[in-house]
């Protein structure tokens, strides 16, 4: 038995080495196949982690107000979800990359996550993004991420500060004005005082000397109301006064014809430039599509307001207005075909014979949406801010400059100008700004 027990693990062990070798050498297989698999993830990952550095954030930020902001908070859902932790829990950065490029293609596809999120916020479509970059939309993230590690800002105190400060300072100088008021008022009573006295005391002078009755009744005469407005200078400042203030009401009176400054009628939705433009700071282009590439700025279609109130505030009677004019259907999503265009009540209007073109002042001149329309985005209601008559148009092309910067069709012309005029800059007068036919057909 002995020399059979001893045998049978001899029969055995050369057996079990392969066995064990093999089951060494394939978990060893496994464990590498592992190590290398979580080696590949964290590589794929870092060369996905989401940049930390200052520029990369400062970078995001201005994409994300520029892009985003319109429909998106960090912290607290607006248009679209709040987006603090999203590169989490999305199920991956390029899927989060796919999304921001054409999210409509996500939810095409019938990706799960992509058509949760697009039914939750009723089929509203995001922006397509499709020409950012990788680097962009990781900056967009690294922006994100740092809102997030910030945490919900404590943002009333700088907000509620800033317009008491503006307050003060122009609450100031109308104090000063006050002030220098009465102390003017106060001078004149005692300019009267001293005059009486002075008149008074020369009266007795005069007393003493020997006048003729003439001269004594002179000096007596009695000042009354009548002798006043009996006399010559004053007749002649009341009737100059009177002729002046005619002539003005006049000359304003014609000027006014045709002019409609400061018009704001009531619109048939309570459309507020301040909430839209101001609060929820949208781009004017996003709704004014127009401005950049034509004449007009145009007014928007019922179909942009619908990309965010399809879920924004349903449940306000102002936008209910707006889904009647769609024909919108909240049980199906989805728009009928009665659609009808919201007769918006047109405030800016030129006359027929002069040519304004959005795109030449916007695109080409650089100029400001609130230089010729004032600041909007405080306004409620839209008001007429400037006078746009052509003493106005004319006016602004005499004061600026063209706006040479990355043009280069405006190079030769700068460089003509300065040789002809050295030392001065060129206007949009000098480029035939104040050329009839360029405004009147
Ligand atoms: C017109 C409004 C709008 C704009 C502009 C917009 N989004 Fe969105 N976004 C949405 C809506 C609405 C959703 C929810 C899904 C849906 O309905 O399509 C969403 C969803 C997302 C999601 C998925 C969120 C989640 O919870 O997983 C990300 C990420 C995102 N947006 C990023 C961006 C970025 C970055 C920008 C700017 C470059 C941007 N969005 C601009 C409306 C917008
Ligand atoms: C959410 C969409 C939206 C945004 C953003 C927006 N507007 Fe408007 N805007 C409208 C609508 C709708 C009207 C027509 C109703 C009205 O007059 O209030 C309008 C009217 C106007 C008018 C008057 C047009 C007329 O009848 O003569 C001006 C000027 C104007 N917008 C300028 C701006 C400027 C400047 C900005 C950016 C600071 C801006 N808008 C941002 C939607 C928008
Ligand atoms: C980019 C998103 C966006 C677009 C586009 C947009 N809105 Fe809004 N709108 C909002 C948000 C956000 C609010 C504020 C909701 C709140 O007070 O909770 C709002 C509020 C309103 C309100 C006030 C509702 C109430 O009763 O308080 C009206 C009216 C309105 N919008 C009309 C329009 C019209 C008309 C258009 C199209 C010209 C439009 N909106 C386009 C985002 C948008
Ligand atoms: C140089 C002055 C000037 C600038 C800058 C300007 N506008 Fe205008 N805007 C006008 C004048 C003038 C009209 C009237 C045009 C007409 O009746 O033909 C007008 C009309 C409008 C209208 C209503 C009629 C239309 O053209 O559709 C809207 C909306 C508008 N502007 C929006 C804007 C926005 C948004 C910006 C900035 C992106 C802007 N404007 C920049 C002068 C200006
Ligand atoms: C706030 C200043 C401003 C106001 C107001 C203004 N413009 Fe202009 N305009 C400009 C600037 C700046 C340019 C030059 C853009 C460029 O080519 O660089 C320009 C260019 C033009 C041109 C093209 C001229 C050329 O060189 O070909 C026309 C036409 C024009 N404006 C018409 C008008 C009319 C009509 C009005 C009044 C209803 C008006 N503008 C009011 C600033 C203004
Ligand atoms: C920068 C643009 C611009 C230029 C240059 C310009 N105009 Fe005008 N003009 C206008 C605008 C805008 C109006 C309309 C003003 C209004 O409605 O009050 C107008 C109105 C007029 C009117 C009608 C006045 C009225 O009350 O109906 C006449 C006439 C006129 N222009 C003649 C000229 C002549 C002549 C020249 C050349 C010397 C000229 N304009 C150059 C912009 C211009």
């Known amino acids: 038995m002995p020399p059979d027990s001893r045998f049978v693990p001899l029969e055995v062990k050369p057996d079990t080495t392969p066995i064990m070798i093999k089951h060494f050498t394939s978990s060893l ?126 943002a009333a105190a700088p907000a509620t500060g800033t317009p008491t400060a503006g307050g003060e300072s122009t609450a100031l100088p109308s104090n000063y004005l006050n002030v220098i008021l009465i102390g003017m008022v106060l001078i004149l009573i005692l300019l009267v005082i001293i005059l009486g006295f002075l008149i008074s005391s020369l009266k007795r002078f005069l007393d003493q000397k020997n006048l003729s009755e003439e001269d004594k009744e002179v000096v007596h005469s009695p000042i009354t109301a009548s002798t006043i407005s009996r006399s010559r200078g004053f007749i002649f400042i009341v009737t100059f006064l009177v002729a002046a203030l005619g002539f003005k009401a006049v000359i304003n009176g014609l000027y006014s014809v045709g002019i409609q400054q400061g018009y704001a009628p009531k619109q048939p939705i309570a459309f507020s430039h301040k909430l839209h433009a101001g609060d929820y700071e949208i781009d004017c282009k996003y709704c004014h599509t127009g401005v950049m590439k034509g004449k007009s700025a145009t007014i928007p279609s019922v179909n942009i307001c619908m990309n965010c109130h399809r879920a924004v505030k349903t449940e306000s009677p102002q936008i209910q207005k707006i889904w009647q004019a769609a024909d919108w259907n909240a049980e199906t999503l989805s728009f009928g075909p009665n659609q009808k265009p919201i007769e918006w009540v047109r405030i800016h209007n030129l006359p027929d014979l002069a040519y304004f073109n959005h795109a030449q002042h916007v695109n080409v001149g650089g100029v400001a949406c609130q230089t010729c329309h004032g600041p909007i985005e405080t306004m409620d209601v839209v008001r007429q801010y400037s006078l746009l008559t052509m003493g106005w148009c004319i006016d602004c092309h005499r004061k600026t400059d063209i706006n040479s910067k990355g043009n280069a069709y405006y190079d030769r012309l700068v460089e003509l100008h300065n040789s002809k005029k050295p030392g001065t800059s060129m206007k949009v007068e000098d480029n035939g700004g104040l050329e009839c036919s360029k405004c009147h057909y």
């Open 29 to 154: 297989s496994k464990f590498l196949s592992v190590v290398t698999l979580l080696f590949l993830i964290s590589f794929t990952g870092q060369s996905q982690s989401i940049p930390e550095d200052a520029a990369s954030i400062s970078a995001g930020q201005t994409l994300f107000n520029g892009n985003c902001k319109s429909c998106h908070k960090i912290h607290t859902q607006s248009v679209g979800p709040a987006l603090k932790n999203v590169y989490e829990r999305a199920p991956s950065i390029d899927w989060i990359k796919g999304w921001i490029r054409n999210s409509a293609k996500v939810v095409a596809s019938g990706d799960e996550y992509g058509v949760k999120i697009f039914e939750e916020y009723k089929k509203s479509q995001m922006t397509a993004f499709t020409n950012f970059s990788d680097e962009q939309i990781m900056n967009i993230l690294a922006y994100i991420q740092a809102e997030t590690k910030k945490g919900p800002e404590t």
